[in-house]
């Protein structure tokens, strides 16, 4: 067995990222280890992961489908989820 | 809810949301909200600016988490005609990349008299740059790019 193969099957949480938090981490997604917990817990892990991200997101919201969600709730790894940084529409 | 006039049940919900990658078809917005019931229609375009703070910008880039975007756009719509009595109204807001001079937004109203139609438009501009995910960058002469996220701003949806 591939060494690599125990890695893919471990969970993981996939997060949508958008405009400069997008440039910031060098895509369009972002991947952290998952075996549950909380959106302050994914916050923490996409900061120790990013760490020239970790401003912008402070001051970011996430979202799960088309809502959005508070620190406190809980996020399963096939969730639909992305960080929302502060808006300039219009 | 029952129909408000005649036989037009879902007068009050008149008019659509959304976003588009291509040019804004700014006269087909506002003939979207033309109405016998209607007095006064206002359009607003919002356009990409050549210069800002004496910058020059080469173009403007719009992203978006676009299902989220569409979402608060159509609840947006919905909250303006329930607030200010309009007869229809429609939201469209462009991403990708807009040249200086081109529309990046475009807001019609329409109310039976223009006061309603102008109060309306105006909340609505504000409504979208506070609470729609969607992100503009400055696109520089050289070749840089520059995010937008206001300090100021709060985080959508209450955090």
């Known amino acids: ?90 | 809810m029952s129909g408000t006039r005649g036989d037009a049940p879902t007068q009050r919900h008149a008019g659509h949301a959304g976003c588009v990658c291509h040019a804004i078809d700014t006269a087909r917005v506002l003939a979207a909200v033309g109405s016998i019931d209607a007095g006064g229609n206002v359009l607003f375009v919002g356009t990409a600016r050549g210069t800002t703070d004496g910058a020059v910008t080469h173009a403007l880039n719009y992203d978006a988490h676009e299902p989220l975007a569409v979402a608060t756009l159509d609840a947006l719509r919905q909250d303006a005609i329930a607030r200010f009595g309009l007869v229809a109204c429609v939201v469209v807001h462009r991403l990708g990349t807009v040249l200086p001079g081109e529309a990046c937004v475009a807001v019609a109203a329409s109310a039976p008299h223009r006061a309603a139609a102008f109060a309306a438009a105006e909340w609505l501009m504000a409504a979208i740059k506070r609470d729609v995910p969607i992100w503009k960058a400055e696109e520089r002469p050289d070749g840089r790019r520059e995010w937008l996220h206001p300090e100021s701003a709060p985080r959508p949806g209450g955090g």
């Open chain 1, 1 to 90: 067995m591939l060494p690599s193969d125990h890695q893919e099957r471990s969970p993981t949480l996939r997060i949508a990222v958008f405009a400069g938090m997008a440039d910031l981490v060098g895509g369009r997604t972002v991947e952290i280890p998952w075996s549950g917990g909380t959106v302050a817990d994914a916050r923490k892990l996409v900061a120790e992961r990013h760490p020239p991200a970790a401003t912008l997101l402070a001051r970011s919201a996430f979202a799960v489908g088309s809502r959005y969600v508070a620190d406190d709730v809980s996020l399963a790894a096939d969730d639909d989820v992305a960080i929302i940084p502060p808006v300039s529409g219009g």
